[in-house]
């Protein structure tokens, strides 16, 4: 079966810890998206990259970090800098970066700070 | 900018009755238009989309209409059932730019038996 995974499903940071999440996609798609889900807020998209190799900063990029080695992955690095990781993250990838295209999600990872 | 403003609050209805969602966006151009929706603990689901004007999208019974006059993509169904409750988004991809999604905050649906 073709999708986007994510692991794990919840995480736990320690105080000054960086923690990674996977996102792995078997859809041969180009473009891949993090976004941020808090509470009331909507979402709203941390990082994205559009081919291997490159990646781009988007709204809330601040305190995080990410890297796109291969066109199946995009792990991103949740700093210690980043003061409020409490969070639902979601992981996306569409097959181009056209403006028509339709994300795909996968199923998320709950970040919990302990 | 762009964005996505959608109605405030919970929406809370019984089985079989009339759902509307409103969404009002903010764009330039022709962005391209999407409802989304999430069940608990889950990722998002793509409901239905548009991407030009007067376009419109239906799945499952929802439906809802590219109105670039009145910059507006209301969702709509006319019979919910228990287990349409979830939370729906509303969201668009900007004209001629990157597959950017910009997200209204979303609607909890809670539909009563």
């Known amino acids: 079966d073709g999708g986007i995974t994510q692991s794990p499903k919840y995480l736990f940071r320690k105080e000054g810890q960086n923690v990674t999440l996977s996102c792995e996609q078997n859809?041969?798609?180009?473009?891949m998206y993090w976004y941020r889900q808090d509470p009331g807020q909507g979402l709203r998209l941390i990082y994205y990259?559009?081919?291997?190799?490159?990646?781009q900063k988007g709204d809330i990029a601040e305190g995080y970090s990410v890297s796109r080695e291969k066109k199946e992955s995009f792990p991103l690095t949740v700093t210690s800098a980043q003061k409020n990781p409490t969070a639902f993250y979601l992981c996306a990838s569409a097959p181009t970066g056209s403006n028509q295209e339709t994300q795909y999600f996968g199923p998320g990872t709950r970040l919990l700070v302990l | 900018g762009n964005s996505v403003t959608q109605m405030e609050g919970p929406v809370t209805l019984s089985e079989e009755a009339f759902l509307t969602i409103n969404c009002t966006y903010t764009?330039?151009?022709?962005?391209?238009l999407f409802w989304y929706v999430q069940y608990p603990g889950e990722g998002l689901q793509l409901l239905l989309k548009?991407?030009?004007?007067?376009d419109k999208g239906s799945n499952k019974g929802f439906e809802a209409t590219y109105r670039k006059e009145t910059t507006s993509f209301h969702l709509e169904k006319g019979s919910v059932q228990v287990s349409d409750s979830a939370v729906y988004f509303c969201a668009l991809t900007p004209d001629r730019g990157n597959n950017r999604l910009a997200f209204g905050k979303g609607n909890q649906v809670v539909v009563i038996p």
């Open positions: 859809l041969n798609h180009d473009a």
């Open positions: 990259s559009q081919i291997v190799n490159d990646f």
């Open positions: 764009a330039t151009g022709y962005p391209s």
């Open positions: 548009a991407t030009k004007a007067d």
